[in-house]
């Protein structure tokens, strides 16, 4: 069982708007500002899209962003291109004990 | 550019030590605050954090696996090298050798991945 709670599957239509959520606790998402999201089209290396809750890296298109409320944290794709269909997976801080959380995966279809 | 990139046997027996090398480009494991790690994903399974290894030689490991992990570094050949003892078909996985700055909780640059399998 991950420690983090992600939906299976996500959908929508190309120039449309996904959300993800990645669910946690106070122990991990809602206690820290430091969830990250990560792209992985298979076969390719996994690529770092948002840190610190909010933040992109270089090069990442404004179109992803994230969010947190409370234990859950969320991913946004606007305007969606076939290139988004990926797996996305958050990860969070869990405390200095422990490296990190991730989710299980949701996968990204565009019709 | 940076790339890492993961070797090492694709099949191990049960009972038997991984030995995975991650090569990697583009920065140095001696500027401080870089680390490199380890993370993992079995088939149909969550991603898994399994070590890190710091500029300055501090290495932490999941608290999990912490007795059957040993993370070193060859700084001279920009290499990095995971050690797993007693391998288990539950050990079957992706392995995938990443970037992590000190002080932060994520992996900024990925390699591909090498899938292990465990069986006799």
């Known amino acids: 069982q991950s420690a983090l709670t992600q939906p299976p599957s996500a959908s929508g239509s190309p120039g449309q708007s996904v959300t993800i959520s990645c669910t946690g606790t106070?122990?991990?998402?809602?206690?820290?500002?430091?969830v990250s999201w990560y792209q992985h089209h298979p076969g390719k290396a996994p690529k770092l899209m948002i840190y610190e809750v909010t933040n992109r890296p270089s090069g990442v298109p404004d179109r992803f962003s994230g969010s947190k409320s409370g234990d859950t944290a969320s991913l946004t794709v606007s305007g969606l291109q076939a290139e988004d269909e990926a797996d996305y997976y958050c990860?969070?801080?869990?405390?200095?004990?422990?490296?990190?959380?991730f989710g299980a995966g949701t996968k990204v279809t565009v019709l | 550019q940076i790339t890492l990139k993961e070797s090492g046997p694709t099949l191990v027996k049960p009972t038997q030590t991984l030995t995975l090398t991650c090569t990697f480009s583009g920065f140095s494991l001696s500027t401080s605050t870089v680390g490199v790690g380890w993370i993992r994903q079995p088939p149909g399974k969550a991603l898994e954090w399994l070590a890190v290894i710091y500029w300055d030689d501090d290495k932490r490991y999941s608290p999990s696996l912490k007795s059957r992990l040993t993370i070193t570094k060859d700084t001279s050949k920009n290499q990095v090298v995971l050690t797993m003892t007693n391998m288990d078909p539950v050990d079957t996985a992706t392995y995938y050798c990443?970037?992590?700055?000190?002080?932060?909780?994520?992996?900024?640059?990925w390699g591909q991945g090498t899938l292990v399998t465990v069986s006799s």
């Open positions: 990860s969070s801080y869990a405390g200095s004990s422990n490296l990190g959380v």
């Open positions: 106070s122990s991990d998402v809602g206690g820290y500002n430091y």
């Open positions: 990443v970037r992590r700055r000190g002080g932060t909780s994520w992996a900024d640059s």
